[in-house]
């Protein structure tokens, strides 16, 4: 083993040694903290070693399942200055990393039945109650045109949520690219996404005789936003 292998080693082990006498990180072990590490120098410490974790968290509402891919993340760097001579670490801001987005695969998490789904209930023989069930909107209709308006408000709703979300983006290049592709991909999701829709009327001896259906067709054919 080389000298810069050795003090790397050394650096290592007093980190480790720091970590079982105190705590470990949320969600950091040996193994992972080995799988992760780089060595370096900071100008600001130049008698420390700067140990860097790369760390991955979840950004513009995305879902965290462990062990499955995110959506949308940043890879930030978590970092230890480790003095050799005391033994002692001083924990240091973490520094960020690039953006990953796969703007496809985000979209279809903010229109997923589990996040988006519309349903409508008959009032009587000519109006209708349209109602988003996760958030719990709803508005009295009476035509496809009526139903149409109120899917695109949600769209309109769901769109400035992810541009609010990603304000924190710190890259305006990267933010203005992202916001504009998320908007792209909603469209052509409300475009390909035709929702089917029943009217049930709740009156007379069969309380849940389906008397006519309401076949609102939400192809949103000219959605613009």
Same mark, same amino acid.
């Given at each position: 083993? %080389?000298?810069?292998?050795?003090?790397?080693?050394?650096?290592?082990? @007093?980190?480790?040694?720091?970590?079982?006498?105190?705590?470990?990180?949320?969600? #950091? %072990?040996?193994?992972?903290?080995?799988?992760?590490?780089?060595?370096?120098?900071?100008?600001?410490?130049?008698? %420390?070693?700067?140990?860097?974790?790369?760390?991955?968290?979840?950004?513009?509402?995305?879902?965290? @399942?462990?062990?499955?891919?995110?959506?949308?993340?940043? @890879?930030?760097?978590?970092?230890?200055?480790?003095?050799?001579?005391?033994?002692? !670490? &001083?924990?240091?801001?973490?520094?960020?990393?690039?953006?990953?987005?796969?703007?496809?695969?985000? !979209?279809?998490?903010?229109?997923?039945?589990?996040?988006?789904?519309?349903?409508?209930?008959?009032?009587?023989?000519?109006?209708?109650?349209?109602?988003?069930?996760?958030?719990?909107?709803? &508005?009295?209709?009476?035509?496809?045109?009526? +139903?149409?308006?109120?899917?695109?408000?949600? +769209?309109?709703?769901?769109?400035?949520?992810?541009?609010?979300?990603?304000?924190?983006?710190?890259?305006?290049? #990267?933010?203005?690219?992202?916001?504009?592709?998320?908007?792209?991909?909603?469209?052509?999701?409300?475009?390909?996404?035709?929702?089917?829709?029943?009217?049930?009327?709740?009156?007379?001896? %069969?309380?849940?005789?389906?008397?006519?259906?309401?076949?609102?067709?939400?192809?949103?054919?000219?959605?613009?936003?």
């Amino acid at each position: 083993m %080389n000298e810069n292998a050795e003090v790397e080693m050394t650096v290592l082990e @007093t980190l480790i040694g720091h970590f079982n006498a105190t705590s470990w990180p949320l969600d #950091v %072990n040996e193994q992972k903290l080995r799988k992760r590490y780089v060595i370096g120098h900071d100008d600001v410490l130049p008698r %420390n070693y700067i140990v860097e974790i790369e760390r991955h968290r979840s950004i513009l509402g995305a879902e965290y @399942t462990r062990g499955l891919p995110m959506a949308a993340y940043q @890879t930030y760097y978590m970092r230890y200055a480790v003095q050799l001579q005391t033994k002692e !670490v &001083e924990e240091l801001p973490d520094r960020n990393g690039e953006i990953n987005v796969d703007v496809d695969a985000i !979209v279809d998490e903010h229109t997923n039945h589990e996040s988006f789904s519309l349903s409508v209930k008959a009032i009587d023989q000519t109006r209708f109650v349209i109602r988003e069930d996760v958030c719990g909107d709803e &508005e009295n209709i009476s035509t496809l045109g009526d +139903a149409k308006a109120f899917a695109l408000s949600l +769209a309109d709703a769901i769109a400035e949520f992810f541009e609010d979300s990603a304000m924190g983006i710190d890259d305006d290049q #990267v933010k203005e690219k992202t916001i504009s592709d998320y908007t792209d991909t909603l469209n052509r999701s409300f475009k390909k996404k035709p929702k089917m829709l029943g009217g049930y009327v709740k009156s007379g001896k %069969n309380k849940h005789k389906r008397y006519r259906r309401l076949e609102l067709l939400l192809y949103i054919s000219n959605f613009q936003h």
